[in-house]
């Protein structure tokens, strides 16, 4: 049975960063991916990392502190104040890390990293490479990665590309290692670990109206769930105010912190006419703008009852071409318009999952040995709404402190454990697989996973209530008991990605129940849960964390206390 130290399960961002700090603590590092580490999507990521660096003084002071307001004043009070805290002091730090290793951040005429303001801010802190700040990112870690990868040849930083974990392993209350299929030659195989990162992206793919990449089915966040392990505040699910119509390809909130407005059908800055959104206008917080462009439509103002438009005309050539240019491509390549000359029709698509694996600030979950970081983990530094910009330093932060903890953790106590339960749940996997592979059922997966998209798109958006999401709740059972009919239409082992996706969609239909729950339950609103029979935050009854546990029977949930510190929850305009 292989052996690794520390497997990170995750190839993007977050297991990236966390590899390069277990490795820097002379661990040894094994990387699971399921993709090729540069195909995370990780690499979409456009606008930029939030940071107080305050290149672009303009007589606004900047600091940790107002960073560290900012996010919790956008989280409507639903984030763990410590972690939050966390974050922001150690921001600059990273930033300052990622440009020493060579990341091409775009610079002020001083030299200096350029920033643009984002949501919440209303100033310029978002640090950025051009509007492909993903993809700068994720090549320098990669780059790193490689880097110690062929300094050592005793095999002290593996990759084990397209592999998909399946299981979670624990034994006796102590995380012992995975169960991956290599994708390739369809083997399935235990690893075993000292501990393991669980850094598997969110999963923006159980809507259909999503700017995620296909692969954020929400597996990534079930296999430890199945494992026992609870997920935290998974109704709170971010919808970004502008993807391009029909194709929910995202348009970054770079757009809006350039200068870009948002227009009605009357070619009126329509965020005015809302107490919400009237200050801040095209950079208030994301929630209250897709919220408001969806009321704007369903007013009657937008186009085709279906739209509104975002502007950049007026920023001129020069800039869109310079600081937006992988905005334009997609526009003229896509819907076939120059941004330049044209206003984009945008509307409203599924973006981020605030909720994750429940994790402290350590990135310790509540099981021995098992760690997390990144979208798949709810730290919570978003609560209920994520600021642009602080997801990628999120999983920057935290990626970072877990692979400190973890190799701390297997200095002290690894060493291999639990190789019988390997075994067992080996070959459950490896049966349910069979099964799966001789199922004489009629349900064709793609239909399963597109009712689901559907009945989430319609039912669990960004206005919610008790009968659609009741209507949410009895569709997903049926869909998850048609489940077991499913139909394999080959069986073959070697690169079957019809048995991938059949694995993922158990996962995207189990990770959606934990979502329509714990939106049912929670009977007000706050921050991205909108629900229009509860308008209002009710502090006094659900101030706190949703837990879901994975049963049998369904979804458990249980709540947990947030963690105030020095921000006290003030009211919000409605
Ligand atoms: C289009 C787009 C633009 C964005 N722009 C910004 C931005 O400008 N600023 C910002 O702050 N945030 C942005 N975000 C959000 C941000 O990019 C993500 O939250 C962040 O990159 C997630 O990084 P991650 O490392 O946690 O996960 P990911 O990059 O999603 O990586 C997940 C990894 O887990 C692996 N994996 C998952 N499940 C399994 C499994 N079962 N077995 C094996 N491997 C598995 C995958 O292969 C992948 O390598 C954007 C998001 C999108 C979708």
């Known amino acids: 049975m292989k052996y690794h130290d520390v497997i990170v399960v995750g190839g993007g961002l977050?297991?990236?960063?966390?590899?390069?700090?277990?490795?820097?603590?002379?661990?040894?590092?094994?990387?699971?991916?399921?993709?090729?580490?540069?195909?995370?999507?990780?690499?979409?990521?456009?606008?930029?990392?939030?940071?107080?660096?305050?290149?672009?003084?303009?007589?606004?002071?900047?600091?940790?502190?107002?960073?560290?307001?900012?996010?919790?004043?956008?989280?409507?009070?639903?984030?763990?104040?410590?972690?939050?805290?966390?974050?922001?002091?150690?921001?600059?730090?990273?930033?300052?890390?990622?440009?020493?290793?060579?990341?091409?951040?775009?610079?002020?005429?001083?030299?200096?990293?350029?920033?643009?303001?984002?949501?919440?801010?209303?100033?310029?802190?978002?640090?950025?490479?051009?509007?492909?700040?993903?993809?700068?990112?994720?090549?320098?870690?990669?780059?790193?990665?490689?880097?110690?990868?062929?300094?050592s040849e005793r095999e002290e930083l593996v990759i084990y590309e397209e592999w998909l974990v399946t299981d979670l392993v624990i034994d006796e209350g102590v995380c012992v290692g995975v169960i991956a299929m290599d994708i390739i030659s369809g083997k399935i195989e235990a690893l075993q670990a000292g501990a393991v990162i669980f850094a598997t992206g969110g999963s923006g793919r159980i809507y259909g109206n999503t700017?995620?990449?296909?692969?954020?089915?929400?597996?990534?966040?079930?296999?430890?769930?199945?494992?026992?392990?609870?997920?935290?505040?998974?109704?709170?699910?971010?919808?970004?105010?502008?993807?391009?119509?029909?194709?929910?390809?995202?348009?970054?909130?770079?757009?809006?912190?350039?200068?870009?407005?948002?227009?009605n059908n009357k070619g009126e800055r329509f965020l005015e006419k809302y107490d919400d959104s009237r200050k801040d206008m095209e950079i208030a917080p994301r929630d209250i703008i897709a919220r408001n462009i969806v009321r704007e439509i369903s007013a009657g103002y937008g186009f085709d009852d279906s739209y509104v438009l975002l502007d950049l005309r007026h920023l001129g050539k020069e800039k869109i071409f310079r600081r937006l240019p992988g905005i334009r491509?997609?526009?003229?390549?896509?819907?076939?318009?120059?941004?330049?000359?044209?206003?984009?029709?945008?509307?409203?698509?599924?973006?981020?999952?605030?909720?994750?694996?429940?994790?402290?600030?350590?990135?310790?979950?509540?099981?021995?040995?098992?760690?997390?970081?990144?979208?798949?983990?709810?730290?919570?530094?978003?609560?209920?709404?994520?600021?642009?910009?602080?997801?990628?330093?999120?999983?920057?932060?935290?990626?970072?402190?877990?692979?400190?903890?973890?190799?701390?953790?297997v200095q002290s106590t690894g060493g291999k454990k639990g190789e019988k339960r390997l075994n067992d749940v080996l070959n459950l996997r490896k049966q349910i697989i069979d099964k799966i592979g001789k199922s004489t059922g009629t349900e064709e997966p793609v239909t399963i996973k597109n009712e689901l998209n559907k009945m989430m798109d319609t039912n669990v958006g960004i206005f919610r209530n008790a009968s659609a999401l009741q209507k949410a709740a009895c569709e997903i059972k049926t869909l998850q008991e048609r489940y077991h009919r499913i139909k394999l239409n080959y069986t073959g082992t070697q690169v079957n990605l019809g048995l991938v996706w059949v694995l993922e969609l158990k996962g995207n239909l189990d990770v959606a129940e934990a979502c329509i729950m714990g939106a049912l339950a929670r009977e007000e609103s706050r921050g991205a849960h909108f629900r229009t029979d509860f308008p209002r935050r009710d502090d006094t009854n659900w101030l706190k964390h949703t837990l879901s546990y994975f049963t049998k029977e369904g979804v458990k949930l249980d709540y947990a206390p947030v963690n105030i510190g020095p921000f006290a929850p003030k009211e919000r305009k409605y």
């Open 14 to 151: 977050a297991g990236l960063r966390a590899a390069i700090e277990v490795n820097r603590h002379n661990v040894k590092v094994a990387i699971i991916s399921k993709v090729h580490p540069l195909r995370s999507h990780s690499i979409a990521a456009q606008g930029g990392i939030n940071a107080p660096l305050e290149n672009h003084f303009r007589g606004i002071y900047d600091s940790w502190e107002k960073h560290a307001f900012d996010t919790v004043k956008g989280s409507d009070y639903l984030a763990d104040q410590d972690a939050v805290i966390r974050m922001t002091k150690d921001a600059a730090h990273r930033i300052y890390e990622l440009e020493h290793w060579g990341c091409p951040f775009s610079r002020t005429a001083e030299g200096r990293i350029a920033q643009r303001p984002f949501g919440g801010a209303g100033f310029p802190r978002a640090c950025y490479a051009s509007d492909k700040t993903g993809h700068a990112l994720l090549h320098t870690l990669y780059q790193k990665v490689m880097q110690f990868k062929h300094a």
């Open 211 to 263: 700017t995620n990449a296909l692969i954020n089915t929400g597996m990534g966040m079930a296999v430890p769930y199945w494992a026992g392990v609870p997920l935290k505040d998974m109704e709170f699910i971010q919808f970004h105010p502008t993807t391009i119509l029909g194709k929910n390809i995202l348009i970054t909130e770079g757009c809006r912190g350039e200068g870009g407005f948002l227009l």
């Open 329 to 409: 491509d997609i526009c003229m390549e896509f819907i076939g318009i120059d941004p330049a000359e044209s206003p984009i029709p945008i509307k409203p698509g599924q973006h981020y999952t605030m909720g994750g694996i429940d994790c402290n600030t350590e990135c310790e979950t509540k099981i021995k040995g098992l760690y997390t970081a990144g979208e798949s983990a709810c730290v919570s530094v978003h609560g209920a709404n994520r600021l642009g910009g602080n997801s990628l330093l999120d999983t920057i932060v935290f990626g970072a402190i877990a692979g400190e903890n973890t190799s701390k953790y």
